[in-house]
């Protein structure tokens, strides 16, 4: 991939919407210059990713989003995929260790490490990685020099974590039926869709929870739940706990049609719009006092 034109393209997105005028002092040619060398480092390429997602949450039209923004953030997640195989070594910090497997679970990334140039020996590392999109942190680690020992404390927090999310599951009770598109109707952008039900695409998922009880969700608002949306974020409440969160316009399958809703689904959506309506005379009776 050609990145002095990439990074040209990127410079020329971020110059062209500069409400806040981060690069008024700086030129088209010298953010590109700056772009092309940090094009070279995965967690700057998702930065840009970032930033371009962001701002495209503030356009007026879908048709900009998709003619615009899509065909660059392409580029640069095909580049992130590039530069990610050609750096693959990951490494724990600046401790020496090297990460050659990694098995993430549930709510923990479980990894094994070596650094076989260790001076005391401890050539072989494992412990818990979790990551909450600001920072991640290595948890709990063991070094040693005994590489069964090793692998076999690794091999027994996967087993660990494989029964977290088991027991999680069984206490649920919840069916794990997948939706697809016979369950909805066809996803249509010219439509507000908040305060709908909706089914997430399954491939959103990691493996483990590739089920139907995380697809269910409902709309709660953003930018891109609304009619041609000017963004791409859509908030959610999932059905099946309550989680908060956020998917992508791009991400939804369809709104699900009422004959394929399940009970148990029926039964958690009534909850929260009961949960909506005991707070909702609480806002109106706060929005009335802030008008006196």
Do not use: C, F, H, W
């Given at each position: 991939?050609?990145?002095?034109?990439?990074?040209a393209e990127v410079a020329a997105f971020l110059h062209a919407h500069d409400d806040r005028d981060y690069y008024?002092?700086?030129?088209?040619?010298?953010?590109?210059?700056?772009?092309?060398?940090?094009?070279?480092?995965?967690?700057?390429?998702?930065?840009?990713?970032?930033?371009?997602?962001d701002i495209s949450d503030s356009f007026y039209s879908h048709l900009q989003y998709v003619?615009?923004?899509?065909?660059?953030?392409?580029?640069?997640?095909?580049l992130r995929t590039q530069v990610e195989a050609e750096q693959s070594k990951r490494m724990v910090g600046d401790t020496g260790y090297e990460i050659k497997q990694a098995i993430h679970i549930g709510d923990k990334e479980i990894v094994y490490g070596e650094n076989m140039q260790e001076k005391d020996g401890n050539f072989y590392f494992v412990a818990n990685y979790t990551y909450?999109?600001?920072?991640?942190?290595?948890?709990d680690c063991l070094m040693g020099s005994d590489y069964l020992e090793?692998?076999?404390e690794f091999t027994s927090r996967v087993n660990g974590q494989i029964e977290a999310v088991r027991a999680e599951f069984e206490k649920a009770a919840i069916p794990p039926d997948l939706f697809t598109a016979e369950h909805c109707y066809p996803h249509d952008y010219n439509q507000?869709?908040?305060?709908?039900?909706?089914?997430?695409r399954v491939e959103v998922f990691r493996k483990e929870y590739q089920r139907g009880e995380y697809q269910l969700v409902l709309i709660t608002g953003g930018n891109g739940a609304l009619p041609n949306p000017i963004g791409t974020k859509v908030y959610y409440k999932r059905l099946s706990d309550g989680h908060e969160g956020y998917v992508r316009r791009h991400e939804i399958l369809g709104e699900v049609k009422p004959e394929c809703m399940p009970d148990w689904a029926v039964k958690k959506l009534a909850v929260l719009q009961a949960e909506k309506d005991t707070t909702q005379p609480n806002k109106d009776k706060k929005d009335k006092g802030d008008a006196r």
């Open positions: 991939m050609n990145t002095k034109n990439l990074a008024e002092d700086i030129t088209v040619e010298e953010t590109a210059e700056e772009v092309e060398r940090n094009l070279n480092d995965v967690s700057l390429i998702e930065d840009y990713i970032k930033d371009i997602e003619s615009v923004s899509k065909p660059l953030l392409q580029k640069l997640s095909e909450n999109e600001l920072l991640g942190q290595y948890a090793a692998m076999q507000n869709i908040t305060n709908k039900v909706m089914a997430v």
